[in-house]
């Protein structure tokens, strides 16, 4: 609440950089934030999709002969935009299509070799998004940073899903940088996110201005270009994302993340009692984002007063909020944070509103 | 209050741009703002150097065979850190030097033809700063703005510390970009600024993604690629900034500006019957903000058992709060926001804790 004003971060600045201010202790929070998710260094960001801009921006300096990045065919649509921000070109890691969608994640080592042999040089870098949006699909990236450190490519994790919900990956994994999502996952109001990268990386992300004025003299080389300055992002964005960091860290310790997945899995259990009622994506869930297709529900609509928005509606009264009105053949839920008893409530509305509207459901 | 979460905005968005939210109305207020400021568009930032480097690579696009831009000798660093961030070069039009440090507003002209003779090329833009961070002095957009016009140069307003204090320049000042700030200027929680524009820019400012996946074959037509999507900045930042923007217009009106320049002229005039004391920058103020150089302060430093100390806990002991601790040559002051009875008390308190180390004040 002492920072919520949007500038009071900026009073305690002394040095001029952001990390260097030690009320709130930004500068720890980076450390912190770092060693958390087994990196070396970390910097705050606009999000996820300005940490993603960034560490291409970083790599592709250091390899400017190379354009092409692979990304995961599930990658969301702020990674293509990072990608082409940096005017570099992605090429899609393929997944297995409907329904799992799973990641051939195996694919990264063949895809980085048909770059080579198109191009004559290796992709710049190669993404995997670590939990995917829609699908909810956990990738392993151990097996994406190990092919990648064997051919010599950097490899950036988007833990825009990830990071904050589940265990951070260990540092075994290989990974170069890790951009995560404030407002998404970590219980920060937005819009800020994280990148943590390793050292070697360091002096370019943050690179200093070598701007001089040409009249006055003037520069400033303690300013970080990639940042504008120092100050990518602060007030309530980033004093509510230290705020929430100790919460952040204990629920993604191993026995809380694990109790959130077993409470998605009972919901698939019962969500997948209704007739024609599917569950898209990799199952059993480990992670508590699902999309669920509900060809009963659309089915329905045709005929139903309210047509599409009787879903919302039914929900609505049966206490369960936040669904877009009028649709009606799929949806996205996330169980996260649930207790066990709102998450047998969801499981019952949907069987009594499949049941009420002439949906068989078994028991 | 009810988008300080950080992300019920981007609940509220049905159609993947921020514009297009009706709830809060987003496209109404970049419309009221663009109107306000006598430009066509208008678009929220991550902060006014945000807005500076968007408009530099829109413009930059347009001319991709120029690389010079002018900038005045008062430019903030972050104004030389988006030159840079865009890979451009700056060249001061300079100011007349201590004390006044007024920028020759004339001499943008000259510099324009010098960079045709140097470069063979047009600058791709002029940049003034409306009022400058270090001196308060305000600038005439109009005079920059009918040489760039009559030249053909892109003129770019940086006004982080007048829109939202002063009167919005009219549409006759010739302005092709404003860039300003809404936690310095605008009664917002940072990080938060908005760009606003001429129409003939608004497709370099919107432009569309084009990337496409090679696999999947996805696409995002509808995307902004200066802001990586539709996001630039959300949550509370931009909710604060809507919330304060009625109070923000009608602090703006004249009669309203023009009593807080009284104030701080007032101040100044208290302030220069110090021994010694002087305001640097153009007198008499037409913005709140001022630089005092206070070398009897300095003085009585060298012998203080506080030394410089004594400056901020003087100030402190009468009810006056925010300096910077240990400084005793030079401040900073704005006056903004204070009332009669506050502006008195400073004045009251500058004499005072002269008088009470030994130097002269005058009656």
Not at 44 to 51: E, F, K, L, V, W
Not at 127 to 153: E, M, R, S
Not at 171 to 179: M, V
Not at 330 to 338: E, R
């Amino acid at each position: 609440v002492d920072f919520g004003d949007g500038y009071s971060i900026c009073d305690q600045c002394l040095k001029g950089a952001l990390d260097k201010i030690q009320n709130p202790p930004i500068g720890d929070f980076f450390q912190d934030f770092a060693e958390w998710v087994n990196q070396d260094r970390s910097f705050a960001t606009g999000g996820a999709r300005h940490s993603k801009r960034i560490a291409l921006k970083v790599i592709k300096k250091i390899h400017p002969e190379r354009n092409i990045v692979l990304v995961d065919a599930n990658a969301h649509y702020s990674t293509f935009l990072a990608v082409e921000e940096n005017q570099l070109v992605p090429m899609e890691v393929p997944h297995d299509g409907k329904p799992t969608y799973r990641v051939n994640l195996e694919a990264y080592g063949e895809k980085i070799d048909e770059v080579v042999d198109k191009t004559g040089v290796l992709p710049v870098a190669a993404l995997l998004t670590h939990v995917d949006y829609q699908y909810g699909n956990l990738n392993d990236p151990a097996v994406v940073g190990n092919i990648c450190k064997q051919k010599d490519v950097p490899f950036i994790l988007n833990g825009a899903y990830s990071i904050g919900i589940l265990p951070p990956p260990p540092r075994s994994c290989e990974i170069d940088f890790i951009t995560a999502s404030g407002h998404k996952s970590m219980a920060a109001s937005g819009p800020v996110g994280m990148l943590a990268f390793k050292e070697e990386y360091a002096e370019g992300v943050f690179e200093r201005s070598k701007v001089v004025g040409d009249i006055t003299g003037r520069s400033w080389p303690g300013k970080y270009c990639n940042f504008l300055g120092c100050p990518s992002v602060y007030g309530a964005p980033l004093a509510t994302l230290m705020a929430s960091f100790p919460a952040v860290v204990e629920r993604c310790l191993p026995k809380n993340a694990e109790e959130e997945v077993k409470k998605v899995n009972f919901l698939v259990g019962e969500i997948l009692k209704i007739e024609d009622f599917a569950v898209q994506g990799v199952l059993p869930k480990e992670h508590p984002l699902m999309k669920v297709m509900t060809p009963g529900f659309a089915k329905v609509s045709e005929t139903h007063p309210r047509k599409g928005f009787f879903v919302r509606e039914e929900f609505k009264k049966r206490g369960i909020i936040g669904m877009a009105p009028g649709i009606s053949k799929s949806m996205k839920i996330n169980t996260f944070g649930l207790t066990w008893e709102q998450v047998r409530l969801v499981a019952w509305a949907f069987k009594d509103i499949a049941a009420q509207n002439g949906l068989n459901v078994t028991e």
